[in-house]
Each structure stands twice: as C-alpha cells, then as structure tokens.
C-alpha cells in the first residue's frame, strides 16, 4: 500500500462545475498536510495547506479528517485555467511524502 | 526575487556516460531537495540537505548517484554512469523550514538517457 493514495483520474469536468478529489494517507503520525498544483510539464506549485479546522481559499476548500486519514480539496465554479494535477503532500517527521496526483481537465 | 535556477534544462546522453545537474535555491532557504519524478508519477525524494549536511538520502542510489552542497547554498546532483531507466526529470526545491513550509521548485532537468 502506498503512503499517500490518489486517485489518478482524470477528472473530465465541466466549466462551471464544483469537484472534489480525496487523498488518503497511511501513517498516522503525519503532521503536515498540503495540496500541490503542478501544470503539464511544469514544477509543482504549493495550493494551499490543509489544517485542522479545514480552509477555504477563494473557489478552493481543503479539508483534513485525522480519523480517517485522509485530506480533501473541493474546487467551485470550476475554470478551464485549473486543468491541472494536483497532488497531495504529506509530512511526516520532517519528510514530505508525495501522492501521484490526480488529472484534472475542465471543458468548455 | 528570483526562483530556483536548474541547469541545464533538458539533457540527452548515452547510457553509461555520467552527467551533472546544477541548482541555485532561494536565497535564505537552508533545506534544498532532490526529486526524480517520472510520467505520471509525483516527485520522489532522492536527498534532503539541511544547509551543507545530507540529513536524508536514504532514497538517493549510492551507488551511481552522488550530491553535494559543500557551501550550504548551491548544489549538483551527479549519476555515474547513467543508466536507461534514469530518464526523468530532476527537480531541485528549497524551503526555509523542512517539513511544515513551502517548497519551491526549480523549472527541473529532463534527463533522456539513449
């Protein structure tokens, strides 16, 4: 079992549409948890983190269930400029362990 | 301020011959990083620095791979010889804080190895 799970989609969603993907992960001494954007054949880009209480950043929403393990990211009134991968990042004692990401494609 | 610099930013050698790759990080940033990441893969850590010291390179294989940062500011990432399976790109991040801070990621190197 991976350390952190994505699911790789893609993800064929409208203009205008909300989605959502989850990401979960395996150890639960994890302690950070962030949400990367990484464009086709570019470097990934930090999104936003995820805390406890869960934050909203403008259309984006990221959630952490400890419980369960696992983190999400909501996107609103979604834009043909999000198409991109997204992938979840997680800490543990200082190290970052990288899901695969997930593929994201929003049509017009 | 200016990004992570990577050079070169595409590579093509022949398996079996070595090749270097070079990175800048931001500058303050003590934690610089080295990532492979393959087609539909995210990023593997292949070593951590914390300035000049390798705190974690139990992913980086010793054996044909090496790094150094011996200022505690720039680093090369060096594979000898290269091997076929080594096509990739190479990503080279900094952060001020390993762990809990933002990484920022240099453009990378992509490695084709023929």
């Known amino acids: 079992r991976k350390e952190v799970e994505q699911d790789p989609g893609p993800f064929n969603v409208p203009e205008g549409a909300t989605v959502a993907f989850n990401c979960t992960y395996s150890?639960?001494?994890?302690?950070?948890f962030f949400w990367y954007r990484q464009d086709c054949r570019k470097e990934p880009k930090l999104l936003m983190s995820?805390?406890?209480?869960?934050n909203e950043d403008g259309r984006f929403t990221a959630q952490l269930n400890r419980a369960s393990q696992y983190i999400s990211l909501l996107i609103r009134d979604s834009k043909l400029s999000d198409s991109a991968t997204y992938l979840c990042?997680?800490?543990?004692?200082?190290?970052?362990?990288w899901g695969a990401g997930t593929k994201l494609i929003i049509k017009p | 301020e200016a990004g992570v610099v990577q050079s070169p930013r595409y590579k093509i050698i022949e398996k079996k011959q070595p090749v270097a790759f070079w990175c800048n990080p931001i500058?303050?940033?003590?934690?610089l990083y080295w990532y492979l990441q393959n087609l539909g893969q995210g990023p593997e850590l292949l070593i951590r620095?914390?300035?000049?010291?390798?705190?974690?390179d139990s992913q980086l294989p010793k054996d044909r791979f090496s790094a150094e940062r011996l200022k505690g500011v720039d680093s090369t990432l060096k594979i000898q010889p290269a091997e076929l399976g080594d096509s990739a790109v190479y990503l080279c991040?900094?952060?001020?804080?390993?762990?809990?801070?933002?990484?920022?990621f240099g453009p990378g190197t992509r490695l084709t190895v023929l």
């Open positions: 991040a900094s952060s001020s804080l390993a762990g809990y801070n933002e990484q920022f």
């Open positions: 150890n639960s001494a994890s302690q950070s």
């Open positions: 500058s303050g940033h003590n934690t």
């Open positions: 995820v805390y406890s209480s869960g």
């Open positions: 990042v997680v800490s543990v004692n200082y190290q970052l362990i």
């Open positions: 620095y914390e300035n000049e010291e390798a705190v974690d």
